[in-house]
């Protein structure tokens, strides 16, 4: 097979190789995806879901940024909810349950219809690389492929092995071949790489379950979804439900344990340890008599359900006695057991900022195989590391967006000033700069940004000019509007917060814990004339112009803290230093940042073990 040149091939069509097939391509780079089954875009692996707490604000960053997996998200939903509504708006995060198969079909349409973008359908084998610059890939049909740049996004396949109790054997997922000789050639070329290992719970038939003995859970009534431009919105949703399991499930399961390949040592990579088996839960907090499951439905017309909590890599025969000792399981039947992956992934550390690989030069790498878990996580760096390819082949500096612009950059930063030592998942917790961070306001944090660079279109971007014209008229009306007592002071009083006696600013009020936006609107006749609740633009500008007069002290207090710090990430480390001159270090950081290379001082003080005295030492060394 002939191929022409190509700027950029993306290898694997998952979460990540589609996000960043779709960003270079939509730049105006000419791609190449090249996956080894094209009926399979985005294949959720795993739970059928996405966002969820910390990962909705992912998913509504790469939105904001100008990907496709919002959108996507927002077609395929079955199923909305907020979480943490009850929490302050920084913990907010939007979370869908996904029709597993629309949302591969869904990716497949969009990518289809982006210019730019070829497929081929086919395993790469391995990659072209002149000196420390590669040039393409080589594949097993179509021989060699020339491009600039690379961006590997192999996911769990390299080299992955799949353990189901004493049973092993080689494959990338389920039914799915494994990939061989990337891991080979990239340690041959001075990389390092180790393993990690993930695991899926059992698929149930739902004609099967007793759904009267479960607690079932809807979905919220008002859906927000994912994307700042997506009008389309789910009229109907199906729900999920709540199980538990008990002493005598997890007696069961015990008997198992002598077969599994993590207690018997045949799994050698490290699980997450936030996204535990069951059997990993069961030994580690022994004194709990139950866990609670999820049943989630796979979409809308199957009757394939997903056992949130129950993942095991336990001997079949035992997953299914211990499933049917569940209330409400007893007849159920499986479609498949579920099984632990252990994979190859690279330590992170040996990238750049920009994703880039520091050993060879035009080489990216993308999603699960940096040692993370998860859709979002994977999404936003293959966005990342698109935009990347493209602006290195183009000699424009690489976009590295900041710990205080997104989650996105907390996660990268992470991943290459921390490295990993199991699969590493987003948390609202990993986050300085939470109340910044929030899920309403990722377009006005990131889209005029990625219009003027040429990602996000001239749609996206009128409707953040739209909506911060709204926020602005919301806020100077509620700031400038006066309440007077005998309008307001029985809500007050049914509030439990302390009558007023004389007339106050609307905004001053809403600075009160006790009162929200939408009961004064309904409370007062000049605001309900004005704003119409019933109008969803209206009342998602009105939730923000809330937020931002509610919290003000607080954002303008992490404003000024990322400010400061963000000094040093202006002072540049050259990156030959020799640490080893500066004995006023300690022996450990002089390791740490032998080992991790950072580019700034602000990355170098985000490594564990460099204590702010060694980041004086730096910057005095460097004249600050
Ligand atoms: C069993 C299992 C359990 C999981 N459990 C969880 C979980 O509990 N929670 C969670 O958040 N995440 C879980 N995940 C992880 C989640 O699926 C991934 O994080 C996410 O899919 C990673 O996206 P990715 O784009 O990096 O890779 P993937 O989605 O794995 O996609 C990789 C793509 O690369 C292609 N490919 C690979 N090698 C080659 C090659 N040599 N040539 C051509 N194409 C190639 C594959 O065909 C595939 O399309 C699980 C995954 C698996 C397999």
């Given at each position: 097979?002939?191929?022409?040149?190509?700027d950029i091939?993306?290898v694997g069509?998952?979460h990540?190789?589609?996000?960043?097939?779709?960003?270079?391509?939509?730049?105006?780079?000419?791609?190449?995806?090249?996956?080894?089954?094209?009926?399979?875009?985005?294949?959720?692996?795993?739970?059928?879901?996405?966002?969820?707490?910390?990962?909705?604000?992912?998913?509504?960053?790469?939105?904001?940024?100008?990907?496709?997996?919002?959108?996507v998200?927002?077609?395929?939903?079955?199923?909305f909810?907020?979480l943490?509504?009850?929490?302050?708006?920084?913990?907010?995060?939007?979370?869908?349950?996904s029709?597993?198969?629309?949302?591969?079909a869904?990716?497949?349409?969009?990518?289809?219809?982006?210019?730019?973008?070829?497929f081929?359908?086919?395993?790469?084998?391995?990659?072209?690389?002149e000196?420390?610059?590669?040039?393409?890939?080589r594949?097993?049909?179509?021989?060699?492929?020339?491009?600039?740049?690379?961006?590997?996004?192999?996911?769990?396949?390299?080299?992955?092995i799949?353990?189901?109790?004493?049973?092993?054997?080689?494959?990338?997922?389920?039914?799915?071949?494994?990939s061989?000789?990337?891991?080979e050639?990239l340690?041959?070329a001075?990389?390092?790489?180790?393993?990690?290992k993930?695991?899926?719970?059992v698929?149930?038939?739902?004609?099967?379950?007793?759904?009267?003995?479960?607690i079932?859970?809807k979905?919220?009534?008002?859906?927000?979804?994912?994307?700042?431009?997506?009008?389309?919105?789910?009229?109907?949703?199906r729900?999920?439900?709540?199980?538990?399991?008990?002493?005598?499930?997890h007696?069961?399961?015990?008997?198992?344990?002598?077969?599994?390949?993590?207690?018997?040592?045949?799994?050698?990579g490290?699980?997450?340890?936030?996204?535990?088996?069951?059997?990993?839960?069961?030994?580690?907090?022994?004194?709990?008599?139950?866990?609670?499951?999820?049943?989630?439905?796979e979409?809308w017309?199957?009757?394939?359900?997903?056992?949130?909590?129950?993942?095991?890599?336990?001997?079949?025969?035992?997953?299914?006695e211990?499933?049917?000792?569940?209330?409400g399981?007893?007849n159920?039947?499986?479609?498949?057991?579920?099984y632990a992956?252990?994979?190859?992934?690279f330590?992170?550390?040996?990238?750049?900022?920009?994703?880039?690989?520091?050993?060879?030069?035009?080489?990216?790498?993308?999603?699960?195989?940096n040692?993370?878990?998860?859709?979002?996580?994977?999404?936003?760096?293959?966005?990342?590391?698109?935009i990347?390819?493209?602006?290195?082949?183009?000699?424009?500096?690489?976009?590295?967006?900041?710990r205080?612009?997104?989650?996105?950059?907390?996660?990268?930063?992470d991943?290459?000033?921390k490295?990993?030592?199991?699969?590493?998942r987003m948390?609202t917790?990993?986050?300085?700069?939470?109340?910044?961070?929030?899920?309403?306001?990722?377009?006005?944090?990131?889209?005029a940004?990625?219009?003027?660079?040429?990602?996000?279109?001239?749609?996206?971007?009128?409707?953040l000019?739209?909506?911060?014209?709204?926020?602005?008229?919301?806020?100077?009306?509620?700031?400038?509007?006066?309440?007077?007592?005998?309008e307001?002071?029985?809500?007050?009083?049914?509030?439990?917060?302390s009558?007023?006696?004389?007339?106050?600013?609307v905004?001053?009020?809403?600075?009160?814990?006790?009162?929200?936006?939408?009961?004064?609107?309904?409370?007062?006749?000049?605001?309900?004339?004005k704003?119409?609740?019933?109008?969803?633009?209206?009342?998602?500008c009105l939730e923000?112009?809330?937020?931002?007069?509610?919290?003000?002290?607080?954002i303008?207090?992490e404003y000024?803290?990322?400010?400061?710090l963000?000094?040093?990430?202006?002072?540049?480390?050259?990156?030959?230093f020799?640490?080893?001159?500066?004995?006023?270090?300690?022996?450990?950081?002089?390791?740490?940042?032998?080992?991790?290379?950072?580019?700034?001082?602000?990355q170098?003080?985000?490594?564990?073990?460099?204590?702010?005295a060694?980041?004086?030492v730096?910057?005095?060394?460097?004249?600050?």
């Amino acid at each position: 097979m002939i191929f022409e040149p190509y700027d950029i091939i993306v290898v694997g069509a998952g979460h990540s190789g589609c996000e960043a097939a779709a960003a270079a391509a939509n730049l105006g780079s000419r791609v190449l995806l090249v996956t080894m089954d094209l009926r399979l875009f985005a294949s959720m692996s795993c739970n059928p879901a996405m966002g969820g707490v910390a990962k909705g604000q992912i998913v509504r960053e790469i939105d904001a940024l100008g990907g496709y997996s919002g959108i996507v998200s927002d077609r395929t939903m079955i199923q909305f909810r907020m979480l943490n509504k009850s929490k302050g708006p920084a913990m907010w995060s939007p979370r869908c349950q996904s029709d597993k198969m629309m949302f591969s079909a869904e990716w497949r349409r969009m990518l289809e219809k982006t210019s730019n973008l070829d497929f081929w359908q086919d395993t790469v084998t391995g990659l072209i690389i002149e000196g420390d610059q590669v040039r393409g890939v080589r594949t097993l049909m179509g021989g060699d492929i020339h491009s600039k740049a690379v961006v590997l996004s192999n996911g769990t396949f390299l080299n992955g092995i799949i353990h189901i109790g004493e049973k092993h054997f080689s494959g990338g997922r389920m039914g799915e071949n494994a990939s061989y000789g990337i891991t080979e050639q990239l340690k041959e070329a001075g990389f390092e790489s180790k393993r990690l290992k993930t695991g899926t719970p059992v698929r149930i038939d739902g004609r099967t379950i007793d759904f009267s003995k479960l607690i079932e859970q809807k979905g919220d009534d008002d859906v927000v979804g994912f994307s700042y431009i997506e009008p389309f919105r789910i009229q109907k949703q199906r729900s999920c439900w709540i199980a538990h399991t008990s002493l005598k499930v997890h007696e069961t399961l015990r008997k198992g344990f002598k077969y599994s390949p993590m207690f018997n040592g045949r799994i050698q990579g490290v699980g997450p340890r936030y996204c535990p088996s069951i059997e990993d839960k069961i030994e580690r907090f022994s004194g709990k008599d139950s866990h609670q499951l999820f049943v989630e439905p796979e979409g809308w017309n199957v009757e394939e359900y997903y056992l949130n909590g129950f993942s095991s890599s336990l001997p079949d025969d035992i997953q299914y006695e211990a499933l049917r000792q569940i209330e409400g399981f007893e007849n159920a039947k499986i479609y498949r057991p579920g099984y632990a992956i252990e994979y190859d992934y690279f330590p992170p550390e040996q990238l750049h900022h920009s994703l880039e690989t520091r050993l060879v030069h035009g080489l990216f790498f993308a999603g699960q195989i940096n040692g993370t878990t998860g859709y979002e996580e994977a999404a936003g760096q293959g966005l990342m590391a698109g935009i990347n390819a493209h602006r290195v082949i183009h000699d424009l500096e690489p976009l590295v967006l900041s710990r205080s612009q997104a989650y996105i950059g907390v996660l990268i930063d992470d991943l290459i000033t921390k490295g990993v030592d199991e699969p590493y998942r987003m948390f609202t917790s990993r986050a300085e700069y939470r109340i910044l961070l929030r899920q309403d306001n990722a377009d006005s944090r990131l889209t005029a940004m990625s219009y003027e660079m040429g990602l996000a279109k001239e749609d996206r971007y009128q409707a953040l000019l739209r909506k911060q014209d709204k926020v602005s008229e919301i806020i100077n009306c509620l700031s400038e509007a006066y309440v007077h007592p005998e309008e307001v002071n029985t809500l007050l009083e049914r509030n439990q917060s302390s009558v007023i006696d004389q007339k106050v600013r609307v905004s001053n009020l809403l600075l009160r814990p006790q009162i929200a936006l939408n009961q004064l609107i309904e409370t007062l006749p000049f605001l309900s004339e004005k704003f119409n609740l019933s109008d969803r633009f209206t009342k998602e500008c009105l939730e923000e112009a809330e937020i931002q007069i509610k919290y003000e002290s607080y954002i303008n207090k992490e404003y000024e803290l990322a400010e400061k710090l963000s000094r040093l990430e202006n002072v540049k480390l050259p990156s030959d230093f020799d640490y080893h001159q500066l004995t006023s270090l300690s022996y450990e950081s002089r390791e740490k940042l032998i080992r991790y290379k950072p580019e700034t001082l602000g990355q170098a003080s985000r490594i564990s073990g460099i204590s702010p005295a060694d980041i004086s030492v730096l910057a005095i060394f460097l004249g600050r």
